[in-house]
C-alpha cells in the first residue's frame, strides 16, 4: 500500500526534492537517504515539494526535525510547498508551521532563498 | 528352538566342514594302500573312491568360499592372496616332486605302484593342488562377475558346466570311447575360459597404486599357473601322482590351472594399458566422493565459519588446487556491494588482495561466470598483480548464483600454468551451486535466530508497556469516564494516564511518542515518569507541557518528538483545563455544540523551551451536564480502509454526535466498532487511544 518516492532536482543553488505518496516510519528511510546525501555533498538550500505526498505520519515528521539543525547551522534552510490540506493538517498540528516556512508555491519558496542569497 | 537351531546349524555346518574332508581323505589313503597291497579290482568300491574324493572337495570349495564370503571388492588383496597360497602349494609341489621323483624313477610302468610313501605324498599333492584350483577358480568368479553385465553369469556357468562335464568323462569305469567326449568337452572348457577370460572389468575400477600392484601379482599368477600346466602336460610326478589318485580332479586341476594361466595373463596386459588412464580415472573418482561429501556442507550451516572453512578445504580437494579462498558480496541498499574474503587456505589475505582487486574483480562481478587464467604471469587480466611474475601457474574463479544473483566467487590456484581442465571448471561449478545453497541456508538460519531473539526482546518491552498504562480509572460521582489503547505492533507508541492530584481533581494525558517499536516503549516510559512527577508540581496544563518540553528536548534523539494533551479536571468546579503539545484536537459537545478544540502548542522535543513557552496556550473549558470530551490519538482518524482513505475528523464527529446521549463506554464502543468497519479488516494500521469523558454534573448539585 505505502508507495513512496522521492524526485531530486536542482536548479540555481536550491536544491528541490518532490515527494509522492505515503510517507510513513516505513518509507521515511528513504527520505533520510536523500536528505543525507544533500548534506554529504553541501547542499543545504532545500524545498521540499509536497504536491504529491498523500500522507505523512509522524515518523515522516521526525525526518524533517532531524536534519533542519544541521542545515540551519550551515546557514540553509528546508523550506516546505504545495501541501495539500490534509497534509498541512498533520504539519500544522504538531506546530511546524511555527518552525519550517511553508510556502503555497514552489517559486515563493525558491524566491525566498534567492532574496537571502543576494543579501 | 528356531534360535537355538540358528545359533547351533552354523557351528555344526562349519564343524562338518572341517572335520569331514580330513576323514574323507583318510579312508581313501587307507583304501589305496590297500589296493596297492592287495590289487583289488572292483569297480563299485573305486567309484566309492572317487566318491569320497569329489564330496571332500565339494566341502574343501564350501570352506574355501565360507571363509571368503566376508571379503567384499578387495579384489587387489584377494589376488595377492591367491599369490601367496599358489606360491606356498607350488613350492611344496616341487619339493614333493623332489622326493617323488627320487621315489618312482625305478617305477615307469603305465600302473604305477606306489610305495605307503608314494601313495600319500601323491594325495598330499593332489590335495594341494585341488585346493589351489578352488582357490584359484573362486577368485577368478568373483573378478569376473565384479560388474555383471548380460551373459557375464551365464558364460561362467556354461564354464563350470563344461568343466563338470569333461570331469564326469575322466571317471575310472567309461571306456575309452568316452574319452573322445571327454577331449571334446575339455577342448569346449577351453573355449569358454578364453571367453570368460574378457572379463575384466574390475580393473577399471582400481586405482593407481592397485594396478600396479595388480600388474605384479597377475604376472607371478601368470607365471605359476603356466608352470602348473607345465607340470600338468609332461609326465611329471605331479600329474602321474594325480592322474593315480583322481582322473576328474586332474582334469579339475588341468582346465583351472590354464583358466588361471589365460585369465592372468589377460588381466596383466589389460592392466598394462589401463595403467595410463589410471589417474584420469582416479581423479573422477575422487570428485565424485568429494561431491557426496558435499552433505557435510549442510550439516555445517548453524555455523557459518566452520561451513565456510569447509567449503574452501574442499575446493582444494575437488580439484587439487594449492590454494583457494572464498569471498562473499554484500549489498547495503545503493551503495556498491562490499566484497569480503570469508575464508583463505593456503594463501595471505595480502596476497588475495593483490589479485583479488580492480578490473579482475569487476569483470568477475559483471560477467557473472567462471574465469580461468591459464597463465597468471602472463595474462592480461592479470597484469595489475604486483611481483606476478613469482605468482607462476593458474588461476579459476567461479561465481556463487543464487537465483541469479552473485553472491560471492570461489577462488582456486595451481601452482602449473594451464592446471584447470574441462573437467575442473565443471565440478567447481557444480560444487558452487552446493556452496550457495549452504550459505543461503546458513544465513536464514542465523536470521531466523536473529528474529527470534527480537521477538523476545519484543515480548519483554510489550510486557512493560502494559504495566506502564493506568491498571484502573478514577471513580467520581460526577464523571463517567472510559479509556481503551489498541496497538498494532507489539510495541505501540501511544500512552494514557490519570493521576489524582487531589480530592477533587485528575489530570488526564492522552499521547502519543513519535516512530514504533522498543524506542518508543523507552519513550514512554520515560513520558510517564515527567508526567507522574510535574503533575503534582504544576498547577496548570500548560506549565506542565513547557517544564516537560524543557526536559525531554535533552533526551529525545532529534528525529523523535511526542505529541500531547495534558488536561485537568476539577469536578468542583466542573471545569476542564486544556493544553495541547502538537496533538489532535478535543473533541468537545456540549448540548447541540460541539467543537474540536485545538489551542496552540507544539510537539514536545520539537523546538526549544522559548519558542515553545510563546507557542503554547491553554483552553479553559466548562462543563455542564451531559458534555462530553473525546481525547484520543492520530491512529483513530488515520486509520485507512482498503482504498487508502482515512477515517477522518469528520466521521469521527459525527459518530461521536450520533452517540452523545449514551454513556462512556457506549461512546468509546461504537467509535471503535466505526473504525473497524472502516478499515475492513481486523488489524489496525496504527496505535489508537480513546479516552471518553462524560460529564455528570458537579458533585451534589445532581438530583
Known amino acids: 500500500m505505502a508507495d513512496f518516492k522521492i524526485n531530486h532536482r536542482e536548479g540555481e543553488g536550491v536544491s528541490v526534492i518532490e515527494l509522492k505518496g505515503y510517507l510513513d516510519a516505513h518509507t521515511a528511510p528513504e527520505l533520510e537517504t536523500a536528505f543525507q546525501r544533500l548534506l554529504n555533498d553541501k547542499k543545504f538550500n532545500i524545498i521540499v515539494n509536497c504536491r504529491d505526498l498523500a500522507y505523512i505520519s509522524s515518523a515522516g515528521l521526525g525526518v524533517f526535525m532531524a536534519y533542519i539543525e544541521d542545515v540551519r547551522k550551515n546557514k540553509g534552510d528546508i523550506k516546505l510547498t504545495n501541501m495539500s490540506a490534509k497534509v498541512y493538517n498533520v504539519f500544522d498540528l504538531l506546530g511546524f508551521p511555527l518552525l519550517y516556512e511553508i510556502y503555497k508555491e514552489e517559486k515563493e519558496a525558491l524566491t525566498k532563498f534567492k532574496t537571502i542569497q543576494r543579501a | ?703
Open chain 2, 1 to 703: 528352538m528356531d534360535r537355538i537351531e540358528s545359533l547351533i546349524m552354523p557351528r555344526v555346518k562349519n564343524l562338518l566342514l572341517i572335520t569331514v574332508p580330513p576323514v574323507l581323505f583318510l579312508v581313501v589313503f587307507v583304501y589305496d594302500i590297500v589296493r596297492a597291497t592287495v590289487n583289488l579290482e572292483l569297480l563299485w568300491l573305486d567309484l566309492t573312491r572317487e566318491s569320497f574324493i569329489i564330496v571332500a572337495f565339494v566341502l574343501v570349495y564350501l570352506l574355501i568360499e565360507r571363509s571368503r564370503s566376508n571379503i567384499k571388492r578387495a579384489t587387489t588383496k584377494d589376488i595377492g592372496r591367491l599369490l601367496i597360497v599358489c606360491a606356498v602349494v607350488l613350492s611344496f609341489v616341487g619339493v614333493l616332486s623332489a622326493f617323488g621323483f627320487a621315489d618312482t624313477t625305478s617305477q615307469e610302468n603305465e600302473q604305477p605302484r606306489y610305495s605307503a610313501m608314494g601313495i600319500f605324498l601323491s594325495m598330499i599333492l593332489a590335495v594341494g593342488v585341488g585346493i589351489v584350483s578352488i582357490r584359484a577358480l573362486l577368485t577368478i568368479k568373483d573378478l569376473i562377475l565384479f560388474k555383471r553385465k548380460k551373459g557375464t553369469k551365464r558364460n561362467y556357468t556354461i564354464y563350470v558346466i563344461l568343466l563338470l562335464g569333461s570331469m564326469v568323462f575322466m571317471l575310472p569305469f567309461l571306456s575309452m570311447e568316452s574319452a573322445l567326449f571327454g577331449t571334446l568337452f575339455f577342448s569346449l572348457s577351453v573355449l569358454a575360459i578364453v571367453a570368460n577370460s574378457f572379463r575384466q572389468s574390475w580393473i577399471v575400477y582400481l586405482s593407481r597404486k592397485e594396478k600396479i600392484y595388480v600388474i605384479v601379482y597377475s604376472a607371478f599368477l601368470f607365471i605359476a599357473f603356466v608352470l602348473l600346466n607345465v607340470l600338468f602336460f609332461e609326465k611329471t610326478f605331479t600329474n602321474k601322482a594325480l592322474l593315480a589318485f583322481s582322473q576328474p580332479l586332474h582334469r579339475f586341476t588341468q582346465l583351472n590351472a590354464i583358466f588361471g594361466a589365460v585369465y592372468f595373463g589377460m588381466a596383466f596386459v589389460s592392466t598394462l594399458f589401463h595403467l595410463p588412464t589410471a589417474e584420469v580415472f582416479e581423479r573422477k573418482q575422487y570428485e565424485i566422493t568429494s561431491l557426496h561429501n558435499l552433505s557435510r556442507l549442510v550439516t555445517q550451516v548453524f555455523d557459518f565459519n566452520d561451513l565456510v572453512n569447509t567449503v574452501t578445504q574442499m575446493t582444494l580437494e575437488v580439484c587439487g588446487a594449492k590454494s583457494a579462498w572464498l569471498e562473499l558480496i554484500t549489498k547495503d541498499g545503493d551503495k556498491p556491494p562490499l566484497v569480503e574474503v570469508v575464508s583463505a587456505r593456503y594463501i595471505t589475505k595480502d596476497r588475495i588482495e593483490n589479485i583479488s582487486t580492480g578490473d579482475l574483480r569487476d569483470l568477475i562481478i559483471e560477467s557473472k561466470k567462471y574465469l580461468l587464467i591459464d597463465e597468471v604471469s602472463a595474462d592480461r587480466r592479470t597484469r595489475h598483480v604486483k611481483e606476478r611474475k613469482l605468482l607462476k601457474g593458474s588461476l579459476l574463479s567461479v561465481p556463487l548464483l543464487s537465483q541469479g544473483n552473485l553472491i560471492g566467487m570461489l577462488y582456486a590456484i595451481k601452482e602449473f600454468e594451464y592446471g584447470f581442465d574441462q573437467d575442473d571448471i565443471d565440478v567447481l561449478t557444480s560444487f558452487a551451486d552446493h556452496v550457495t545453497i549452504a550459505i543461503e541456508n546458513s544465513k536464514l538460519i542465523a536470521k531466523s535466530i536473529e528474529r527470534e531473539r527480537l521477538e523476545q526482546e519484543m515480548m519483554v518491552a510489550q510486557a512493560m508497556q502494559k504495566r506502564l498504562l493506568p491498571q484502573g480509572l478514577p471513580t467520581s460521582e460526577s464523571l463517567d469516564m472510559v479509556a481503551v489503547s489498541e496497538s498494532s505492533q507489539e510495541v505501540g507508541g501511544d500512552y494514557y494516564d490519570f493521576v489524582q492530584l487531589s480530592k477533587d481533581k485528575v489530570g488526564i494525558v492522552v499521547g502519543d511518542v513519535s516512530g514504533k517499536g522498543v524506542s518508543a516503549a523507552f519513550y514512554m516510559a520515560e513520558v510517564k515518569g515527567i508526567f507522574l512527577s510535574l503533575s503534582r508540581m504544576c498547577s496548570s496544563p500548560k506549565d506542565l507541557l513547557i517544564r516537560a518540553n524543557e526536559t525531554l528536548i535533552g533526551s529525545l534523539e532529534k528525529k523523535a518528538f511526542i505529541s500531547l494533551i495534558y488536561a485537568i479536571l476539577d469536578s468542583k468546579d466542573g471545569t476542564l483545563h486544556i493544553a495541547r503539545a502538537g496533538h489532535c484536537p478535543v473533541i468537545y459537545m456540549s448540548g447541540e455544540h460541539t467543537e474540536l478544540v485545538r489551542p496552540s502548542g507544539l510537539g514536545l522535543g520539537l523546538a526549544n523551551g522559548e519558542i515553545f513557552e510563546r507557542s503554547t496556550e491553554e483552553r479553559l473549558l466548562t462543563l455542564h451536564e451531559g458534555d462530553v470530551c473525546i481525547l484520543y490519538t492520530d491512529g483513530v482518524t488515520e486509520s485507512r480502509d482498503q482504498s487508502g482513505e482515512e477515517f477522518g475528523y469528520d466521521r469521527l464527529v459525527a459518530v461521536a454526535q450520533r452517540l452523545r446521549k449514551n454513556n462512556a463506554n457506549e461512546i468509546k464502543n461504537s467509535i471503535l466498532q466505526e473504525v473497524r468497519n472502516h478499515i475492513g479488516e481486523p488489524t489496525y494500521g496504527d496505535d489508537m487511544t480513546l479516552v471518553v469523558i462524560k460529564w455528570l454534573g458537579k458533585q451534589g448539585e445532581r438530583p
